[in-house]
């Protein structure tokens, strides 16, 4: 049975476990021989039972879920109130944090408790996150859609995968990302942004502001935040675009010249596609931008 291997100083950067942990939820996948979209919560409890879980229960939390660690192994505990799709989430979640024990004992104990380090709470937790969203959506199904989408990268493509796994769409962003630093080729010329909005109500028309987060893909230089501290004009318009749009209704920009005020995107032609996820008080949008290089 595998672990991830302890920390090895009270200086160990847990951060650098990232690609150990993605590649001990992939071998789970292929242990138990996944082959359809989406994985399911029956596949998960195979992939559960080879982590030595021995007992899943449901009931009312006020969390998604947690493991326990008990005699020969762990016991997980879900929130019955979550819907099929949150379910599976935070099963592979817990699945995820197995690997952050030694099996070896009667009852599993966290491995760096062992040597005298502290429990890095927080690194275990987006650690667990890397394996669950492996497990949600494995590298070669996924690298699979990708090779049969001739248009990738666009909206409609990043919605169809969110759809195919049916995971949520920052699960999906987050996995493409982790799949991006692994094999950029993948991946493709692109940039993901999940885009936070909010609403502000006054006299005058509605206004609307967004905090957004930037992830790098493919060949881009280095890209930062923006639109943190003022308005952005290619943001600010897709956002108003998008304001007549229904739910359901990605929308696409043709390609439009940006010179360099996006962060530190290189002036290019990009193409954004855009997608409310929800409209409530704080929505998500997700946002593909392909670049063509000149
Ligand atoms: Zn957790």
Sequence with gaps: ??????????????????IEIAQAAESLVNKVGVLEAPISYRDLEKMAAHRMIKQ??????NCGGSLIPIRGGFLVQLDSAQNERMTRT???HEIGHT????TGRDVPRPIYWDTGGSRNVRAEEGLSWVAA??????????????KQDESWPNIHGLLSLIRKFDVSPQIMIRRLQDLESEQPKVVGDAAIYSIHVSRTEGDGPRRITAR???????????????????PNVKVDRS???????????????????VRGELGQIPTARYRFGCSWEDRSNTNLLAMVSAVRRS
């Design 1 to 18: 049975m595998e672990t991830i291997r302890p920390y090895l100083s009270p200086t160990f950067d847990p951060h650098s476990l990232t």
């Design 56 to 61: 899943i229960s449901k009931m009312k939390m």
């Design 90 to 92: 935070s099963f592979a």
């Design 99 to 102: 690997f952050f024990y030694d």
């Design 133 to 146: 969203r492996t497990m949600l959506a494995p590298t070669q199904m996924l690298q699979g859609f990708l």
């Design 212 to 230: 957004t987060k930037v992830w790098k893909f493919g060949g881009m230089k280095k890209m930062i935040a923006y639109n943190m501290n003022g």
């Design 239 to 257: 956002l108003t675009l998008m304001e007549g749009r229904s739910l359901s209704e990605p929308y696409e920009t043709k390609e439009v010249l």
